[in-house]
């Protein structure tokens, strides 16, 4: 675990020499959770919205998408239910001072006795060798069926507590597994309550006729809203999604983990209308199809896997999550939640206004039902980084030697292409520079002024050679012979 923990500082830190993220306000001391992205960041965070909005809205025929706004009549976060129960389980140690999600102490906690179902399995795994079979040393050995009997009756009662509400219960469970505060190592706790996530401010010319509006906690409303003017207005049929990308606000508890828990953050949505009934058969559809497209980046199979909620929100009726395998362990890129007619007929009810959709096939009107796909842009921005960073050894001949290698998707990169002539004399720095500008309408790519042996590969490889591009899908070399021969049309034709 320690060493997963320098691998995830050595990103952090990656990610700001190389101009992918900074702390915003860094000069004036940073402000908590908050981050700014850097000239190669925000390529890259581009490229990964670009890649999902065409996923959803060029690759379906029922899929459309909208820009809604930030401030929202305040009586939509009233129907939707985020002013009454958009609230975290908040404790704070009295020691340190510092202050914690009751319900994520617990799920840390859970995930120890993972650790060491894990570690009992890898030490069996080196002693027996190619003869072991790890199947059945989970269902067998006694020290892993007591680990996974602990952790099983730890999550029951977890999950009851958080269905129930239970205040009381969780902050017993934090008491009775001894959990300690990692800043001060003492167990002296207040009590857990309730804390409400979203930030308020005013709208309006004067402080008397200001009215209340909050900056939205999620982007997922403003498609509800705008639900039947797209319908109406696009002739969409049952079943039909409506894509958005937006930023979003929340007065987290605990924003941790640099940009994988934030307070300004933004979402990539897709809330997908079907015929009542039909909601759960859609809701296993949308699961398959948006694990594919997450294992379609190369990450590994291995890297994923699913995790369905033990509570429910309060608009659902199946939610799961997709997880990725972070330097921190298992945590979630993508929520999958079958919403039910929750969030219309609410809407419906508080605005006074009828939203149903009119079914020609069966001639009736009904509320639809909602399948929500909702990905964190910088979750995933996280996600990429973390799997794409590798360091290479290069040593030989009793010589130390290693270079950073960021093996980013081709599609997500920002530098497609680098275009690096062989020597920096004859004229080839201005050929390549030539070269470099017919190809700029089709891709980014980035020039050098020379390249040494062992740099050119279809990787993406930082280090002092070509420490000015922040990635490569392609590295071309060029000479002046090819040049000469060929002329610079047909060499970059050659290219393409």
């Known amino acids: 675990m320690a060493k997963q923990e320098d691998v995830f500082k050595t990103i952090v830190a990656h990610a700001k020499e190389y101009g992918f993220v900074f702390q915003s ?62 609230n975290d389980p908040l404790i704070d140690n009295k020691d340190s001072k510092k202050r914690y999600r009751a319900d994520v102490l617990i799920e840390d906690e859970i995930a120890k006795f993972d650790e060491k179902i894990n570690k009992e399995v890898t030490k069996a795994a080196k002693r027996f060798g190619d003869s072991f079979d790890e199947a059945m040393f989970r269902q067998t050995n006694p020290r892993v069926l007591e680990h996974v009997r602990k952790r099983d009756e730890l999550h029951t009662r977890f999950a009851e507590a958080m269905n129930a509400n239970d205040l009381n219960e969780l902050k017993q469970i934090i008491l009775d597994y001894e959990i300690v505060d990692p ?16 930030f308020k401010t005013e709208m309006g010319s004067t402080a008397d006729g200001a009215m209340e509006v909050y900056l939205r906690p999620e982007t997922a409303q403003g498609i509800f809203v705008n639900y039947l003017n797209v319908q109406k207005t696009g002739r969409m049929r049952i079943p ?17 983990q640099f940009i994988f828990r934030m307070r300004e953050f933004e979402q990539m949505e897709m809330q997908f209308f079907v015929k009542p009934g039909t909601e759960l058969d859609w809701f296993k559809k949308w699961k398959e199809i948006r694990l594919k497209w997450h294992k379609a980046l190369g990450f590994g199979d ?51 206004k009828k939203i149903q959709y009119f079914d020609t096939e069966l001639n009736e009107s009904y509320v639809p039902y909602v399948i929500e796909t ?27 030697d290693s270079r950073v290698v960021l093996r980013l998707p081709a599609a997500l990169a920002p530098v497609k292409m680098a275009i690096m002539p062989l020597v920096k004399k004859d004229g080839l720095p201005e050929k390549a520079q030539e070269i470099m500008n017919l190809l700029k309408g089709l891709w980014a790519t980035g020039c050098t002024k020379k390249v040494t042996e062992g740099v050119l590969a279809a990787d993406f490889i930082w280090g002092e050679d070509l420490n000015k591009i922040p990635g490569l899908a392609e590295a071309v070399k060029v000479n002046l012979d090819s040049i000469q021969e060929k002329g610079m049309l047909e060499t970059v034709k050659g290219i393409l």
């Open 183 to 198: 800043i001060s190592g003492t167990r002296n706790w207040t009590d857990v309550r309730q804390f409400n996530l979203m």
């Open 374 to 400: 909702s990905i964190g842009v910088d979750r995933m921005f996280l996600q990429i980084m973390s799997a794409a960073y590798c360091e290479e050894d290069l040593s030989k001949d009793g010589k130390q």
């Open 302 to 352: 291995a890297s994923y896997r699913y995790h369905d909620h033990d509570k429910l929100a309060h608009y659902a009726n199946a939610a799961t999550d997709i997880e990725f395998l972070m330097p921190f362990g298992f945590k979630e890129v993508e929520g999958i939640h079958s919403r039910t007619d929750f969030d219309l007929s609410q809407h419906q009810q508080y605005s006074g």
């Open 240 to 256: 039909f999604g409506i894509a958005q990308i937006g930023k979003a606000f929340r007065n987290e508890i605990v924003a941790r």
């Open 25 to 86: 306000s860094e000069i004036y001391d940073g402000l908590s959770a908050v981050y700014d992205y850097g000239q190669n960041g925000v390529e890259l965070k581009n490229n990964i919205k670009r890649y999902w909005w065409e996923a959803m809205t060029m690759l379906n025929d029922n899929i459309v998408g909208i820009d809604s706004a930030i401030f929202m009549h305040p009586t939509i976060w009233k129907a939707s239910g985020h002013v009454d129960a958009f």
